[in-house]
């Protein structure tokens, strides 16, 4: 599989449709491991771009902080599944965090 995490530094960007790079990571979910990652600047921010964008990549799941109700349906219709409320820690730690079953979410810091 492979997991989108917005990210600023490193760390995760709360708001998915400001941040300055995208962390591809692919995992195996069966094992619990993480595998590569690559770290790509995503096309200018419009609606609709960055799902198609991460779905012609093969991305499965984006791990975000913040997201707005009509972006994650953008992102469902392109067969991507959103997880929204994470807490801006390194990419690869929510990755871990999700394979292990410990990520922990909070609220959507998206208000639109």
């Not at 599989?1 to 760390?11: E, H, L, Q, Y």
């Not at 799941?61 to 392109?78: C, D, K, S």
């Amino acid at each position: 599989m492979k997991i989108a995490v917005p990210t600023s530094n490193g760390i995760l960007c709360m708001h998915f449709g400001h941040c300055d790079q995208f962390t591809i990571i692919e995992a195996d979910p069966e094992a619990r491991k993480i595998g590569t990652q690559q770290v790509l600047t995503p096309p200018p921010h419009e609606p609709g771009v960055l799902p198609k964008w991460l779905a012609d990549m093969g991305v499965n799941m984006i791990i975000a902080g913040g997201m707005g109700q009509r972006a994650q349906q953008l992102f469902a219709g392109n067969n991507i599944e959103v997880i929204v409320g994470a807490p801006a820690i390194q990419a690869d730690e929510l990755v871990s965090s999700y394979l292990e079953g410990n990520l922990v979410s909070g609220e959507n810091t998206c208000d639109h």
